[in-house]
């Protein structure tokens, strides 16, 4: 029999589904086919008189009797509980095979009758039982009793691989092809509980969140970036030997475009499994989940401790520590398996500082009173579950407190010259500096916070990166799907600015990837923009082309949102997310793509690129005659901001031309050698008036701009 959750509100529920099913009333339609079973089987049993206390349970009609007239109510019940009794020890089959599924939904009253009995008669019992219930622990704490551990054996099943929730997904929805993101997001959230992953995929078909497509392989599709994102879509999540069953043409499955699935929210019936399990915690507790559930699936102590109210900051590490030991929450150690985690029964839970190659040294003003460390939700539902007990108006204060604590962060490492990926964006959006999303940097940074933060974002990209490893079984399947997956998506090894001590790649996801997060949440979509361009740029940065291109394709969609909207992208970050586009197209080896984009970016920053050979005669008389004392006067007359908002535009300019100055040569052609002579005097008149603008900017800025170039 399987129960639900409605049965454990229910009393005698259960009961009455196992005695139904044992006596054959299942098969009764009327009242009197139900009477006439139950007289049969009872016979002898119980009481006649008793017969009529199962009018309400079974939805029969026998007469009450004189003596269940004169009970009170508590002697009705007590005889009610010992009529359950005796018929259920006389009518059990002991040779039949009883299997209940869900038994985690058994109501109290039922289970008040049927353990004593199934403790002490021999009954071959099979149940289903889902971890965070009363009930699963009761069976757990009989296994631990040595008087009934010989009765009673618990199987823990395995958790589904990636690998196998990616098979289990194209088999339920009858498709060859799903997106690793989409598996990735089940991965996470259904812990590999298949009934967990039932229900989400349940959720995204009821609201429309997945589309399905037939695709003909083999067709030729137009170079353009929305094939170019769908391409990489269908291949991160193909292989060989599902395209050789599909044949010309199958059945494929992607996320709607604009559905982010990070910000879904829980299915009902997950939701409520999921605040069971926080009911069983202290109120204090759930406080302290609710306010890291704000943050992240990881987080540090330190922005912890920044949003939570001041009266609660003394308690927070003995809060953390305990649930640390319940196992809802862990703290991460810079180690390389992303689940090696202290083990709580045998250290203590506060992490010391070596834990997370922190040196010891006194605490900055943002450390004090609480440990420098980065801890993780051991089940991420739990997160989702405390995020959404907050009402809307306290979410959005508290989104903006992450925000204001991490932007002081949002830049490169100090290997990296610590500036903005996107060289000087922030002097070259106006309306975002005046509003204080980009602050110029002070050198001000907590090296314990930054390192703490390193390695949240190394947490983050290696959760990522092994649940993409593991959605393909074989070596043959992940070779073949390695143009698409992370850094091997066009990757190319950074060699310069010591790329292998860059933390980068943990700011990028620890740093960049929340203050798009949050920022969508507050609704402020200028800035939420303005970090989708500087996270592209900072997967560009080292080197990770398919994140780059997935953070543009949702910058896409925040753009054409936004085209019926004035002012709200400036100039410069429209040429910049063109001019990124043809940098992922540049580095996937989509040339004539690149050099679209790349002519795009230089039209909206003022420098079009000649398209004709009348128009490079025409450029290139132009190029011989710029003055160069001219462009300095120009630089050094200009007020400190303009300079800087004009060396943006220039190093934007410089990029881009230096990209078509290197594709154009690739062609092998004269008209291509022609142009690349072309774009490199271009770039060579821009780096110059570059240098002019630096040299005034510096003169003019004590703490100099070279470093952040």
């Known amino acids: 029999m399987e129960l639900l959750e409605v049965n454990v509100r229910q009393s005698f529920s259960a009961m009455r589904i196992l005695m139904a099913r044992v ?45 269940v007239r004169q009970m009170h109510e508590m002697q009705r019940k007590e005889e009610l509980h010992s009529t359950w009794a005796k018929v259920l020890e006389k009518t059990i089959d ?58 009673i054996i618990c199987f823990q099943l395995e958790k589904l691989k990636p690998s196998a929730v990616a098979q289990k997904l194209c088999h339920d929805l009858g498709v060859v092809s799903i997106p690793r993101a989409l598996v990735r997001f089940l991965v996470q959230r259904s812990l590999g509980i298949p009934y967990y992953l039932e229900e989400l995929v349940h959720f995204l078909r009821c609201n429309d969140m997945l589309l399905f497509r037939t695709k003909k392989w083999g067709e030729k599709a137009e170079d353009s970036w929305e094939n170019l994102n769908t391409f990489a879509v269908l291949e991160s999540s193909l292989t060989a030997s599902s395209r050789s069953r599909a044949g010309a043409a199958a059945m494929i499955c992607i996320v709607r475009p604009g559905v982010n699935l990070d910000s879904t929210m829980l299915p009902s019936n997950l939701k409520e499994i999921v605040l069971a399990q926080l009911d069983e915690i202290t109120p204090l507790e759930q406080t302290v989940l609710k306010f890291a559930a704000i943050i992240g699936p990881v987080f540090t102590t330190q922005l912890l401790s920044y949003i939570l109210p001041i009266r609660m900051r003394h308690k927070m590490t003995t809060l953390l520590d305990s649930l640390v030991s319940d196992n809802i929450l862990k703290w991460m150690e810079s180690t390389e398996e992303p689940e090696d985690v202290q083990d709580p029964s045998k250290e203590p839970a506060t992490p010391p500082q070596a834990e997370i190659g922190v040196e010891t040294s006194p605490p900055s003003k943002q450390s004090v009173g609480c440990p420098f460390g980065v801890l993780m939700f051991h089940k991420p539902l739990l997160r989702e579950a405390a995020y959404e007990l907050w009402v809307q108006k306290q979410r959005v204060t508290l989104h903006s407190k992450c925000a204001a604590f991490l932007e002081r962060y949002a830049h490169k490492c100090q290997s990296c010259g610590q500036g903005d990926f996107i060289v000087f964006h922030r002097f070259a959006v106006t309306s975002t500096q005046d509003k204080g999303s980009c602050k110029d940097f002070d050198g001000g940074d907590d090296p314990h916070t930054w390192k703490a933060l390193v390695l949240a974002g190394k947490q983050l990209k290696k959760e990522r990166f092994y649940i993409s490893a593991g959605i393909t079984d074989t070596q043959e399947e992940q070779q073949q799907q390695q143009a698409f997956v992370e850094e091997d998506f066009g990757a190319t090894d950074r060699e310069d600015n010591n790329a292998l001590s860059c933390d980068c790649k943990g700011i990028v996801e620890s740093v960049l990837v929340p203050l798009v997060h949050h920022y969508t949440t507050l609704g402020n979509a200028a800035r939420a923009f303005y970090y989708l361009l500087e996270t592209a740029a900072a997967y560009l940065h080292v080197s990770n082309y398919y994140m780059a291109l997935r953070k543009l394709s949702e910058a896409d969609i925040l753009r054409n949102t936004l085209k019926s909207k004035a002012n709200v992208i400036s100039r410069f970050e429209d040429a910049t997310f063109f001019s990124l586009k043809g940098e992922v197209c540049y580095g996937v080896g989509r040339t004539e793509l690149a050099k679209k984009m790349l002519r795009k970016a230089l039209s909206l920053l003022g420098r079009p690129f000649p398209r004709n050979r009348a128009e490079d005669f025409v450029r290139s ?50 008209a291509g050698w022609r142009q690349s002579c072309l774009a490199a005097r271009m770039r060579a008149s821009t780096d110059r008036a570059v240098d002019f603008y630096l040299s005034a900017a510096c003169a003019s800025d004590d703490a100099g701009l070279e470093m952040i170039i």
């Open 94 to 151: 002991r040779n039949a095979i009883f299997v209940i599924d869900n038994a985690h939904f058994i109501d109290p009253a039922s289970w008040s009758i049927m353990a004593p009995l199934l403790w002490n008669i021999s009954v071959f019992m099979v149940m289903s039982l889902c971890p965070g219930f009363a009930r699963t622990e009761s069976f757990h704490k009989a296994t631990a009793n040595n008087l009934m551990s010989h009765k």
């Open 23 to 67: 006596m054959g009333l299942h098969e009764c339609e009327s009242c009197s086919a139900r009477e006439h079973v139950l007289r049969t089987n009872l016979n002898g049993i119980i009481e006649e008189s008793n017969y009529c206390l199962l009018n309400d349970i079974f939805l029969v009609k026998f007469p009450i009797s004189d003596k």
């Open 621 to 670: 008389q132009v190029e011989k005659l710029q003055c160069a004392a001219y462009v300095a006067r120009r630089a050094s007359s200009l007020p400190q901001k303009a300079q800087k908002k004009k060396l943006a535009w220039l190093l934007r300019q410089s990029r881009c031309l230096s990209l078509l100055e290197h594709l154009f040569r690739l062609e092998g052609t004269s």
